[in-house]
């Protein structure tokens, strides 16, 4: 958005408005200057000028008051005046200055001067000065004034009712350093550089109320309308009714350029080029109605830090199809529509560094349109570069860009919130290029997205969604909601709808997605939901309220980085769940309090490494379906539950990897499939072993354990397995000696074992009642035949002999 530089020459005065150079002209003083003596009367009479009948001859011709007579003056030129131009040249001069004072004001009219085709005009070739006490109204008549390098300095007032004012060679000053009022009621105004409000402390004030204003550029100087031009000073536009056209230039309408700058349009058409609001100055733009279409930007608070710029749209249409709407590009700026409709291309909340910007949706229609438009595509950028904060609210009305990219964060600090209205997106991205921080809050409304919401787009950024009312659609069939794209995410639900066809938390790598539900309702579809999605990220989901549903498609907590789910309230419906899924990946679901449903469970892979566990410590957890087929498969890693209910329909452990641990709670299991050779439970007890002899595989607590009793014989389950028992028979004891009998020198001892165990007879010598505990082999190793409990003996020869006498005991060895 650069500014060319434009020179006005042949004159004495210049003044420096802030890059552009205006000059006025003055009148040659080797002319006559030609002064109105008469009162009121007819400007081509003679008798009425202190030099005769104004021409080309004058310098400079002056009405203004204090003349005698005094008081109130009027000179007409009318279709007379028109007539007798033909004889006397009267209606071509050089200067006009019309004035007057308090007593004695003055008023120029021209009136029906116009009568008939091919009539000259009145002309002023130079300049039209309309001093204090001036007055100038134009009546069917047309006037031009300004060769190249003329002016009109308006400081007081001046009426198009109907007919022309053509100026398009002349700079016009509305207030040029007092204070000056122009109203166009009807007619047509040619003009080509306006300030309004221009140097020092002037005021100006531009009423457009009907007919037409066009600006237009020349080769030399380019069409523009400032608006309070210079510091001190005050300019007010007004657009009532008719036409106001500013050629397509940069910088063609500044509202503050470098004083207190306002335009009002609540009715007619605007055709502007660029827009400026505020470039040095405070500027306000105020929409109250009527058409305003904008061929370039339009720019709030421009060119410097302090500027301030705002918009305030209360109805009718604006259009900015071609360009960008800048809400802050340098200053603070602040666009409010609460009525209306804005047909927009692209729009900047906050621009450049240290620039603030605030854009609130209170109401109407809001629209991007399809844009060919190279440099400003469709984007909605809230903080567009470092350093900058951008700030969006909408409260009401619709806002549609179903054809654009809204970019929450894309380099500063941004915030948007939706509390209320429609909003109908494309992709949105939260937290977009580097070290940006992006917040999207939902409090209300209608938000349907047809692609993407991207939160934490790119390393280094910080996104964060907060829902707590209304409802967030994402329809896309791809990734839809990505938490963590490769920065860091937050998303917390705590009242509403969400809903979307596929949620990722944590997407590529060194990526950390959140996502908290506190309430309300999320529904993932048949895209599925995936937590810690690549390499060495990291996806947790938080469940402290609300419903989590995600029953027509696969979770996967834990697909290739680290993910986690975590619930102490709340219910969670899924369909199946994979925990833990491709290479060293890992997954966790802790159930601490809440109801979660599904139909299917995996948790980790031994070929792959990956480690999926099921903690559950309070709540409900069940795996079921209406044909009970539901599965738990504990494939690497481990379940494990201290407290609360667990119900599944059938558990599946085939490998070496997995465990099944039970140290509370209560468990529900239909059927299980189980390696018979493996120890699901890990307490040392074989599952075939346990299931044979009526204890629970996937319990190793109570009666069950490697410490448990069932039968009461003392001897533990673990001691009976070892044995070759049944820890079910109280007469099943193992290693139990049986008789001892002397034959001759002989001992015979006999004692009940498990075919196939390897068992050994020690003895230690004693005294009666006592022996010295040191016990040593005095067999071989003896091994009954077959599997079942057994009777086995052996004969200790010499053993009766034996002094101090033998104690004997038969023990199991390895």
Same mark, same amino acid.
């Given at each position: 958005?650069?500014?060319?530089?434009?020179?006005?020459?042949?004159?004495?005065?210049?003044?420096?408005?802030?890059?552009?150079?205006?000059?006025?002209?003055?009148? =040659?003083?080797?002319?006559?200057?030609?002064?109105?003596?008469?009162?009121?009367?007819?400007?081509?009479?003679?008798?009425?000028?202190? !030099?005769?009948?104004?021409?080309?001859?004058?310098?400079?011709?002056?009405?203004?008051?204090?003349?005698?007579?005094?008081?109130?003056?009027?000179?007409?030129?009318?279709?007379?005046?028109? !007539?007798?131009?033909?004889?006397?040249?009267?209606?071509?001069?050089?200067?006009?200055?019309?004035?007057?004072?308090?007593?004695?004001?003055?008023?120029?009219?021209?009136?029906?001067?116009?009568?008939?085709?091919?009539?000259?005009?009145?002309?002023?070739?130079?300049?039209?000065?309309?001093?204090?006490?001036?007055?100038?109204?134009?009546?069917?008549?047309?006037?031009?004034?300004?060769?190249?390098?003329?002016?009109?300095?308006?400081?007081?007032?001046?009426?198009?009712?109907?007919?022309?004012?053509?100026?398009?060679?002349?700079?016009?000053?509305?207030?040029?350093?007092?204070?000056?009022?122009?109203?166009?009621?009807?007619?047509?105004?040619?003009?080509?550089?306006?300030?309004?409000?221009?140097?020092?402390?002037?005021?100006?004030?531009?009423?457009?109320?009907?007919?037409?204003?066009?600006?237009?550029?020349?080769?030399?100087?380019?069409?523009?309308?400032?608006?309070?031009?210079?510091?001190?000073?005050?300019?007010?536009?007004?657009?009532?009714? @008719?036409?106001?056209?500013?050629?397509?230039?940069?910088?063609?309408?500044?509202?503050?350029?470098?004083?207190?700058?306002?335009?009002?349009?609540?009715?007619?058409?605007?055709?502007?080029?660029?827009?400026?609001?505020?470039?040095?100055?405070?500027?306000?733009?105020?929409?109250?109605?009527?058409?305003?279409?904008?061929?370039?930007? +339009?720019?709030?608070?421009?060119?410097?830090?302090?500027?301030?710029?705002?918009?305030?749209?209360?109805?009718?249409?604006?259009?900015?199809?071609?360009?960008?709407? =800048?809400?802050?590009?340098?200053?603070?700026?602040?666009?409010?529509?609460?009525?209306?409709?804005? &047909?927009?291309?692209?729009?900047?909340?906050?621009?450049?560094?240290?620039?603030?910007?605030? +854009?609130?949706?209170?109401?109407?229609?809001?629209?991007?349109?399809?844009?060919?438009?190279?440099?400003?595509?469709?984007?909605?950028?809230?903080?567009?570069?470092?350093?900058?904060?951008?700030?969006?609210?909408?409260?009401?009305?619709?806002?549609?860009?179903?054809?654009?990219?809204?970019?929450?964060?894309?380099?500063?600090?941004?915030?948007?919130?939706?509390?209320?209205?429609?909003?109908?997106?494309?992709?949105?991205?939260?937290?977009?290029?580097?070290?940006?921080?992006?917040? +999207?809050?939902?409090?209300?409304?209608?938000?349907?997205?047809?692609?993407?919401?991207?939160?934490?787009?790119?390393?280094?950024?910080?996104?964060?969604?907060?829902?707590?009312?209304?409802?967030?659609?994402?329809?896309?069939?791809?990734?839809?909601?990505?938490?963590?794209?490769?920065?860091?995410?937050?998303?917390?639900?705590?009242?509403?709808?969400?809903?979307?066809?596929?949620? %990722?938390?944590?997407?590529?790598?060194?990526?950390?997605?959140? &996502?908290?539900?506190?309430?309300?309702?999320?529904?993932?579809?048949?895209?599925?939901?995936?937590?810690?999605?690549?390499?060495?990220?990291?996806?947790?989901?938080?469940?402290?309220?609300?419903?989590?549903?995600?029953?027509?498609?696969?979770?996967?907590?834990?697909?290739?980085?680290?993910?986690?789910?975590?619930?102490?309230?709340?219910?969670?419906?899924?369909?199946?769940?994979?925990?833990?899924?491709?290479?060293?990946?890992?997954?966790?679901?802790?159930?601490?309090?809440?109801?979660?449903?599904?139909?299917? +469970?995996?948790?980790?892979?031994?070929?792959?490494?990956?480690?999926?566990?099921?903690?559950?410590?309070?709540?409900?957890?069940?795996?079921?379906?209406?044909?009970?087929?539901?599965?738990?498969?504990?494939?690497?890693?481990?379940?494990?539950?201290?407290?609360?209910?667990?119900?599944?329909?059938?558990?599946?452990?085939?490998?070496?990897?997995?465990?099944?641990?039970?140290?509370?709670?209560?468990?529900?299991?239909?059927?299980?499939?189980?390696?018979?050779?493996?120890?699901?439970?890990?307490?040392?007890?074989?599952?075939?072993?346990?299931?044979?002899?009526?204890?629970?595989?996937?319990?190793?607590?109570?009666?069950?354990?490697?410490?448990?009793?069932?039968?009461?014989?003392?001897?533990?389950? &673990?001691?009976? %397995?070892?044995?070759?028992? =049944?820890?079910?028979?109280?007469?099943?004891?193992?290693?139990?000696?049986?008789?001892?009998?002397?034959?001759?020198?002989?001992?015979?001892?006999?004692?009940?074992?498990?075919?196939?165990?390897?068992?050994?007879?020690?003895?230690?010598?004693?005294?009666?009642?006592?022996?010295?505990?040191?016990?040593?082999?005095?067999?071989?190793?003896?091994?009954?035949?077959?599997?079942?409990?057994?009777?086995?003996?052996?004969?200790?020869?010499? @053993?009766?002999?034996?002094?101090?006498?033998?104690? %004997?005991?038969?023990?199991?060895?390895?």
């Amino acid at each position: 958005m650069k500014r060319a530089n434009w020179l006005w020459v042949g004159c004495t005065v210049a003044t420096v408005l802030y890059g552009y150079f205006f000059t006025e002209g003055i009148a =040659d003083a080797t002319l006559t200057t030609n002064s109105w003596t008469a009162s009121g009367n007819k400007w081509e009479l003679g008798v009425n000028w202190s !030099a005769g009948v104004p021409s080309l001859a004058n310098a400079i011709d002056l009405v203004t008051g204090g003349a005698i007579p005094a008081g109130p003056r009027t000179i007409t030129i009318d279709a007379t005046t028109v !007539a007798s131009n033909a004889i006397n040249g009267c209606m071509t001069v050089s200067n006009v200055t019309v004035g007057g004072i308090n007593i004695a004001p003055d008023t120029l009219s021209l009136n029906n001067a116009n009568n008939a085709s091919g009539n000259n005009v009145m002309t002023i070739l130079s300049g039209l000065t309309i001093s204090s006490h001036g007055f100038m109204t134009i009546t069917n008549s047309t006037l031009k004034v300004g060769l190249p390098g003329g002016y009109l300095i308006d400081d007081s007032f001046l009426t198009i009712n109907t007919g022309s004012l053509i100026g398009t060679n002349a700079s016009a000053y509305i207030g040029y350093t007092g204070s000056g009022q122009m109203t166009i009621s009807g007619g047509t105004w040619l003009g080509n550089a306006v300030s309004v409000g221009n140097y020092g402390s002037a005021q100006g004030t531009l009423t457009i109320a009907g007919g037409a204003v066009t600006l237009q550029s020349t080769e030399t100087s380019p069409a523009f309308l400032w608006i309070a031009s210079a510091a001190g000073t005050a300019g007010t536009v007004w657009l009532t009714g @008719g036409q106001l056209t500013v050629d397509d230039n940069t910088f063609s309408v500044i509202i503050g350029n470098g004083g207190t700058g306002q335009m009002t349009v609540s009715n007619g058409t605007w055709y502007g080029g660029s827009i400026t609001v505020g470039a040095y100055g405070p500027g306000t733009l105020t929409l109250a109605g009527g058409t305003s279409i904008l061929y370039e930007y +339009l720019a709030l608070a421009d060119l410097v830090g302090n500027a301030t710029g705002t918009v305030w749209m209360t109805g009718g249409e604006l259009e900015t199809t071609n360009n960008v709407t =800048d809400v802050g590009v340098l200053g603070v700026g602040q666009m409010t529509m609460s009525n209306g409709i804005w &047909l927009a291309n692209a729009i900047w909340v906050g621009h450049v560094t240290g620039s603030q910007g605030t +854009l609130t949706l209170a109401g109407g229609t809001t629209t991007f349109m399809n844009s060919t438009e190279e440099f400003f595509p469709n984007f909605l950028t809230i903080a567009g570069e470092a350093g900058t904060t951008g700030t969006l609210w909408m409260t009401g009305g619709q806002f549609t860009m179903t054809n654009a990219t809204t970019l929450v964060g894309s380099n500063g600090v941004a915030q948007m919130t939706v509390s209320n209205g429609t909003w109908l997106a494309r992709d949105v991205f939260v937290g977009f290029g580097p070290n940006s921080q992006g917040t +999207l809050s939902v409090a209300g409304g209608t938000n349907l997205f047809t692609s993407i919401l991207d939160v934490g787009r790119n390393t280094g950024m910080t996104g964060t969604v907060w829902m707590s009312g209304g409802e967030l659609i994402v329809t896309n069939t791809g990734v839809a909601i990505a938490l963590g794209d490769s920065g860091v995410a937050q998303m917390t639900i705590s009242n509403g709808f969400c809903q979307t066809p596929a949620l %990722y938390v944590a997407y590529a790598s060194s990526a950390q997605g959140t &996502l908290s539900l506190a309430g309300g309702t999320l529904m993932v579809g048949q895209q599925g939901m995936i937590l810690g999605n690549g390499p060495g990220n990291t996806g947790s989901v938080w469940m402290t309220q609300g419903r989590l549903i995600t029953t027509n498609a696969l979770t996967e907590v834990g697909a290739a980085g680290v993910g986690s789910l975590t619930m102490s309230n709340g219910t969670w419906d899924a369909g199946s769940v994979v925990v833990a899924d491709f290479d060293d990946s890992e997954g966790t679901i802790s159930a601490i309090g809440g109801v979660a449903t599904m139909t299917n +469970l995996v948790l980790g892979d031994c070929a792959t490494g990956a480690e999926g566990f099921l903690v559950v410590k309070n709540g409900n957890v069940f795996i079921t379906n209406a044909t009970h087929t539901a599965t738990l498969d504990v494939r690497n890693g481990w379940m494990f539950i201290s407290g609360g209910q667990l119900v599944v329909d059938r558990v599946v452990m085939t490998n070496e990897c997995g465990l099944f641990i039970q140290a509370g709670g209560t468990v529900s299991v239909g059927s299980v499939l189980l390696d018979p050779n493996l120890d699901a439970d890990d307490d040392g007890l074989p599952n075939g072993w346990e299931i044979a002899h009526g204890l629970n595989p996937l319990s190793s607590a109570g009666k069950d354990g490697a410490d448990g009793d069932p039968d009461g014989d003392g001897f533990t389950n &673990l001691e009976e %397995y070892e044995a070759g028992t =049944d820890p079910q028979n109280p007469n099943s004891n193992p290693l139990k000696i049986t008789s001892i009998v002397q034959q001759g020198n002989d001992i015979l001892l006999t004692w009940t074992t498990a075919g196939g165990k390897t068992n050994r007879v020690q003895a230690a010598t004693g005294v009666a009642g006592s022996y010295s505990n040191n016990f040593a082999d005095v067999s071989p190793v003896i091994v009954p035949a077959g599997y079942d409990l057994t009777s086995a003996s052996y004969l200790d020869v010499g @053993g009766a002999t034996n002094v101090p006498a033998r104690y %004997y005991r038969v023990r199991l060895v390895p």
